[in-house]
């Protein structure tokens, strides 16, 4: 079983909607990661909150805005979005080590359809 | 800029019997990381092995193993007694070892098991 969750799992929303993408981790990790993977694509990373600051932000269009409200918690806020936008979105969570950072672990995805 | 190759879109193996993926990285760095995470149907990303650079010893994980040759930058991954549950895709992931938590990601393998 998974300990990062995320929800919801499927998200229909149209070009107009705000909506929110949620993530959970539960293995006490201080970073924490948005990706974006399209079908039959590899997963692209877009953000990257380290103790709870943004540490990476890979030129990710401001109709996605990322928050971390504490250090389980990490959420990706949508607004006007794009058709294109609809992917799977995965969080991913890891333990940063002496200026290292360990292995990320994946929850589930949630599947997001723009009209 | 780091980049990993999976030079097979598509492998299929018999139930029970052994098959390897491939993987080949590019990097001018000494410490990095190298993981093999699979992708069922599911769409859960999950954590099959792990090997860090500096580790002569290839890593295992009950049927899962590597075969690390650093030199060539070869970083392949076998799959002993292929079992139903295994069908998925593959995707190979470099990190660096200090300071960039960025997971690249080859553009996978999809592995068939056939009954």
């Known amino acids: 079983d998974t300990e990062v969750t995320q929800t919801p799992k499927h998200l229909v929303m149209g070009m107009t909607n705000k909506k929110s993408l949620k993530c959970e981790q539960h293995?006490?990790?201080?970073?924490m990661y948005w990706y974006k993977q399209k079908a039959k694509k590899p997963p692209e990373l877009m953000f990257v909150?380290?103790?709870?600051?943004?540490?990476i932000n890979e030129s990710v269009p401001s109709r996605f805005s990322p928050e971390c409200p504490n250090s389980s918690l990490l959420n990706l806020h949508l607004h006007a979005l794009q058709p294109e936008d609809s992917a799977l979105y995965l969080c991913a969570s890891s333990q940063p080590l002496a200026g290292r950072t360990d292995t990320q672990y994946f929850g589930p995805g949630t599947r997001l359809t723009v009209l | 800029a780091q980049t990993v190759t999976q030079s097979q879109p598509e492998m299929s193996v018999q139930e029970a019997e052994t098959v390897t993926l491939s993987c080949t990285y590019d990097?001018?760095?000494?410490?990095?990381?190298l993981f093999w995470y699979k992708q069922p149907p599911s769409r859960q990303m999950i954590l099959v092995i792990r090997q860090e650079a500096y580790k002569q010893q290839n890593a295992t994980e009950n049927r899962f193993s590597v075969n690390f040759q650093k030199a060539a930058k070869s970083f392949s991954l076998k799959i002993s007694d292929s079992q139903l549950g295994d069908a998925a895709m593959y995707f190979c992931a470099y990190r660096s070892g200090f300071g960039n938590e960025k997971l690249t990601f080859g553009t996978g393998t999809r592995l068939t098991i056939i009954p």
């Open positions: 293995m006490g990790h201080r970073a």
């Open positions: 909150y380290s103790y709870e600051k943004l540490s």
């Open positions: 990097t001018s760095e000494s410490d990095y990381y």
